[in-house]
């Protein structure tokens, strides 16, 4: 398997742009997650969905940001307007479950705002 | 409630040495924890977890020991190695909901 997979990679842009981050999950895993990665907060998360449905966004952080899982293998991250402070590295995250399943990680994509 | 806290921060310790990494937890509920290790520029990765039914847990080098009765859990790393250099980040979590995740530990192992 190819594990999870996050597009773009790397991503700058100008505030006030929108930005929308890509991920696919490992094909069968029913949970994904969207995680925030800085120096300050450390691993923050953003919002999970369960058999495509959003279970808890508590922890996005304002209306800027929003999150989309249309099927089981493709979730979106949006951010709009975008801001210097959301520039981060983004991960995607899938696990077969929610119950004591390991959640394997993709390798992230760096935005930066400037 | 729902907190994980880690330290150090940071750590830096020699080859060869122990390095021991702490957590605390506040929830009750929490029955399930992993460690996750961090390389630069990828995703963390699970490292070794444990269920509260046992005080501790050992794969190769890593250890986790578990103190239920405090609320608190820890990796111990023998004979660290310079390609043991990572972030390494606790985790608490309960059936159906999210892993809470610590705020991650920096270790550097010196040569």
């Known amino acids: 398997d190819a594990g999870v997979i996050q597009s773009p990679r790397h991503e700058v842009t100008e505030m006030g742009q929108e930005v929308t981050l890509r991920c696919k999950p490992i094909s069968g895993h029913n949970s994904l997650f969207w995680y925030r990665q800085t120096m300050m907060r450390g691993l923050e998360l953003l919002i999970y969905?369960?058999?495509?449905?959003?279970?808890?966004d508590s922890g996005m952080p304002e209306d800027r940001f929003s999150a989309k899982m249309p099927n089981a293998s493709f979730s979106t991250l949006k951010i709009q307007p975008s801001e210097p402070r959301d520039s981060a590295v983004y991960f995607c995250?899938?696990?077969?479950?929610?119950?004591?399943?390991?959640?394997?990680f993709g390798p992230g994509t760096r935005l930066t705002v400037l | 409630q729902q907190q994980v806290k880690q330290s150090p921060q940071s750590l830096i310790v020699q080859k060869g040495g122990i390095s021991i990494i702490n957590c605390a937890y506040e929830n009750t509920a929490f029955d399930y924890f992993p460690w996750y290790q961090q390389f630069p520029g990828k995703g963390p990765a699970l490292l070794i977890a444990?269920?509260?039914?046992?005080s501790e847990k050992k794969e190769g080098r890593f250890t986790i020991s578990f103190n239920k009765s405090a609320k608190q859990f820890s990796l111990h790393i023998m004979d660290s190695q310079p390609g043991d250099s990572a972030t390494y980040f606790c985790?608490?979590?309960?059936?159906?909901?999210?892993?809470?995740f610590g705020k991650g530990t920096t270790l550097s192992v010196s040569s």
């Open positions: 444990i269920r509260p039914d046992v």
């Open positions: 985790a608490a979590g309960q059936a159906g909901t999210a892993l809470i």
């Open positions: 969905f369960n058999n495509n449905v959003p279970i808890d």
């Open positions: 995250a899938s696990s077969p479950g929610l119950d004591y399943n390991e959640q394997f």
